[in-house]
Each structure stands twice: as C-alpha cells, then as structure tokens.
C-alpha cells in the first residue's frame, strides 16, 4: 500500500500536461479509464506479481482525474458559487463513499469478492462516460482569451444584435431642444433619437469587438507610430469611433473614413479642432460600381472593413470586395472582421442553463436577414480568393 500511494502521488504531477493537451474533461475520463479496466482484471490475476502490477497501474490512472476535476469545477460555476459547490459535491461524495462498505461486506458473506471490483469498475465506467457526454462540448469562460480587464457581456451581444434588427422608423425623431446638444462623442445637435441611439449603438459594438479580439490593426501588420506617409481606409465607418481611434494612437498617419451615410460622423469641428490634417470622412457607397473614385485608387496601406454583413445582398459582395481592394497600394493590407449568422450557434459557458429564448431569438435573425438576402458572409473566402 506504500507503494500504491507512492505511484498516485508520482501519477498526479502528470495530470496538468495531460489536461492541457486534451483539456480537462477529457483529460479526466481518459485517465480514470484504464483505472476502472485495471480494477476489473485485479481478481483474475494468476500471479501475485501481476495483480501487483495491476494495482498499481489502478492506482496511478485512478488519482490523475482529481486535479482536472477541481479545476473543471471551479471553472464551470461563479466565484461566489465555488465554495457552496465544492462543499456539496465533497458531501455527496462522502455519503456515497459511506454506502461501499456495506455493498463490500454483503459480496463477503456470500464469498464474491470478484464481483465487488467488477461492480466497482463497471460503476466508474458509467461515470467516465456520462461526464464524456454531458460536458464534453462545455465552453470554459477562463479559456476565453481576452484582455485583463475586459469584459464582454450579454449586453454587448444584444448591443449587436438590436443594430442590426431595429429598424430607424421604431424610432420618433425628436427636435432640436428634446435632444439636448449631446456632446459625449462630437457630434452633431440636430440627429434625432434615433440617430443618437444608433452612435451609441455603433460605439458600444465597437468597445465590443476591440474587447473580444484584443487590437484595432491586426497584430500580423506591420504598423509603425512613427511612419508618416501611412494612410488607413476605413469602410462602411458609421460614427467613425475605430478610425478616430486610429488617428490617435498613430498621429503621424493619414485617415480617411468612407459611409453611405454622414448622419452619424463626428462634426466638422470636432474634427478641425482634434484632427486637423490627418482625419477626413467621405459619402460613398461601398457597392457603388465606380469604387470610391479614382482619387483613392492604390492609395492606402490598410483597408478596413468591420461588420457588413447586414448591409450588403447578392452580387454586391462581389463588388465590395473588388472596390476595398482597388483601394490597396501594392502590398497593402485589407483586415475584414465580420461574422456568418446564418452558420451561428450557441457555445454555452455555463453547462444546464436553459437557452431556449436566445435559440428563438437567433433562429429570428437567420430568417430576417435570410429574406434580405443579406447575411451570406460565407462566400467572403471565395470572393477573396477570385
């Protein structure tokens, strides 16, 4: 029994790289496997030896899915949660403990010792596979990389999902007065509720996709702050909040942003006074068979373009691909950050919670944006690549 104790405590050092590589439930169900198998063959031993032999390999897969299993749990429930769990589960686990005896002294009387290991075995077989198949696809909120003090939350996903669902009529305009001379992010007094909801909207989409992926420009492009002919396009801009981002963190470069609409871009003199030279913001069409002019042909070292997946149909992906790329100096940059909702599914960070509103909330927007023959970011890698 020294011996024993002594492999499971040599055995747990490697649960950690085996966890890292299969991740955790996995790493617990593949590792107390073989113990449950190596139980099962301890009475059909021939040899001492070999039933030593056996424990011992029992014993060492039997302690490798104990530090997985905490760190599973502790990952799985809230802070505030984890010491009510854990002290249910140690209870549990306890009282159950407590039953083993009682089955083991009943095999005794009847001279079946064989079947204790078997019954043993077969019971840590059925838990290693209903823990394979209830958790296996669990989505742990730690292994979600973010920025140390960023949060993305429910709100901001619903931030992106009533941009793209709330038509402007849902809004009354309201005056001049009623809008009170809104400042917060430079913009103009006379836009109306909707419209100033809509730059809210569009601002707080944006502290969400900075948030979820952790830069502005792509970490793979070379950007110097120092370069002082680097000239950024910005497509489809909104408010302009990434572009004037951009124009801050990299004052020596040129800016320009490009929308159907100027209803929401910062006022003109917000812009004079905060950028006088390096920001500028122009009425284009994305899909417009011209392009954006000749003017702007080859003349930008990064084109950007965030979320148009709402806004374009049909064949017009074809040419908004084709004008963000006219715009590109040789070797220039195009980054597309966008998403495929009709391919969208739900990864839950919490296992047993009930998601059957958010499952209709999303099977609406597939039909909504399915009628708009919008949406279909699927084919972006095909257009890219023609």
Request: hydrophobic share 45%; proline share 5%.
């Amino acid at each position: 029994m020294a011996a024993v104790w002594l492999v499971a405590s040599i055995a747990n050092l490697f649960s950690s790289s085996v966890a890292r590589r299969l991740g955790l439930v996995r790493a617990m169900v593949f590792t107390h496997l073989p113990n449950a198998v190596f139980l099962a063959f301890i009475p059909l031993a021939p040899t001492w030896w070999m039933m030593d032999m056996l424990l011992l390999a029992s014993s060492a897969f039997g302690s490798m899915d104990q530090a997985p299993r905490s760190a599973f749990v502790a990952a799985v429930f809230l802070p505030s949660e984890r010491t009510a769990v854990m002290g249910t589960l140690n209870l549990v686990r306890t009282l159950a403990a407590a039953g083993g005896p009682l089955v083991t002294g009943y095999f005794h009387e009847k001279k079946m010792w064989t079947a204790v290991f078997f019954l043993s075995a077969a019971l840590k077989i059925a838990y290693d596979i209903g823990l394979l198949m209830m958790f296996v696809n669990t989505k742990l909120p730690e292994t979600q990389r973010r920025p140390r003090e960023t949060t993305v939350t429910d709100m901001d996903v619903g931030v992106l999902l009533s941009e793209s669902l709330t038509p402007p009529e849902a809004f009354e305009t309201f005056d001049d007065e009623e809008v009170g001379g809104y400042e917060g992010g430079g913009y103009g007094k006379d836009q109306g509720k909707w419209n100033y909801e809509h730059i809210e909207e569009l601002n707080e989409q944006h502290k969400c996709l900075v948030g979820a992926f952790g830069f502005h420009i792509h970490p793979s492009i070379p950007v110097a702050k120092e370069e002082h002919d680097f000239r950024v396009a910005d497509i489809a801009c909104g408010s302009g909040i990434w572009l004037t981002d951009i124009a801050t963190q990299y004052p020596h470069a040129q800016c320009d942003g490009f929308d159907i609409s100027d209803k929401q871009f910062p006022a003109s003199s917000d812009l004079k006074r905060d950028f006088p030279d390096s920001l500028r913001f122009h009425v284009r069409d994305a899909t417009a068979e011209g392009g954006y002019g000749k003017d702007f042909e080859c003349q930008f070292d990064i084109v950007a373009v965030r979320l148009l997946h709402i806004s374009i149909a049909g064949a017009q992906w074809t040419r908004a691909v084709q004008n963000a790329i006219a715009l590109l100096k040789p070797g220039g940059y195009l980054q597309w950050i966008d998403w495929d909702p009709h391919s969208a599914r739900l990864v839950q960070s919490r296992p047993m919670l009930e998601h059957t509103a958010i499952d209709q909330l999303l099977g609406l927007f597939k039909q909504f944006l399915g009628a708009l023959d919008t949406g279909a970011t699927a084919r972006l890698p095909e257009e890219m690549r023609e």
